[in-house]
């Protein structure tokens, strides 16, 4: 009767190289370089602005300078607080804010894909009442 081979039987001879593994051990460790520049890229901190022009709408305050850079990564949530500040109101008072008069932001909308899309001549309009 024919012996049937076991799992143990058939493992590699220990020592033996196998040309794949080091091309394979290369290429990780390409790809591991790439991803570590990649995430040092991510880390660094955006320093673009944006340009925002802040009008009042109906009866609502008129600002003295109502042209601020903000940072583009910022979310719309900070230009809600910054504005709340400057004009001196409480967390429990309204403010609307819309973008161009047309329709109002989620506060978590960030500031640069609101000025990608919407901006005019330049700046992005936010208006407020």
Same mark, same amino acid.
């Given at each position: 009767?024919?012996?049937?081979?076991?799992?143990?039987?058939?493992?590699?001879?220990?020592?033996?190289? @196998?040309?794949?593994?080091?091309?394979?051990? $290369?290429?990780?460790?390409?790809?591991?370089?790439?991803?570590?520049?990649?995430?040092?890229?991510? !880390?660094?901190?955006?320093?673009?602005?944006?340009?925002?022009?802040?009008?009042?709408?109906? @009866?609502?305050?008129?600002?003295?300078? @109502?042209?601020? !850079?903000?940072?583009?990564t910022n979310r719309f949530q900070a230009?809600?607080?910054?504005?709340? !500040?400057?004009?001196?109101?409480?967390?429990?008072?309204?403010?609307?804010?819309?973008? $161009?008069?047309?329709?109002?932001?989620?506060?978590?909308?960030?500031?640069? @894909?609101?000025?990608?899309?919407?901006?005019t001549e330049g700046f992005l309009i936010? $208006?407020?009442?």
């Amino acid at each position: 009767m024919a012996q049937v081979a076991s799992s143990h039987d058939l493992t590699p001879r220990q020592g033996a190289r @196998n040309p794949s593994s080091s091309v394979q051990n $290369n290429e990780r460790s390409d790809l591991s370089e790439e991803v570590l520049k990649a995430l040092e890229t991510y !880390k660094k901190k955006d320093s673009s602005k944006v340009v925002v022009r802040f009008k009042g709408v109906g @009866n609502a305050p008129i600002m003295k300078q @109502n042209m601020y !850079k903000i940072t583009a990564t910022n979310r719309f949530q900070a230009v809600i607080q910054f504005l709340r !500040k400057e004009l001196g109101w409480q967390s429990g008072e309204p403010l609307f804010l819309y973008i $161009n008069s047309t329709f109002s932001p989620a506060p978590d909308d960030t500031v640069l @894909n609101l000025y990608k899309s919407f901006a005019t001549e330049g700046f992005l309009i936010v $208006n407020y009442r």
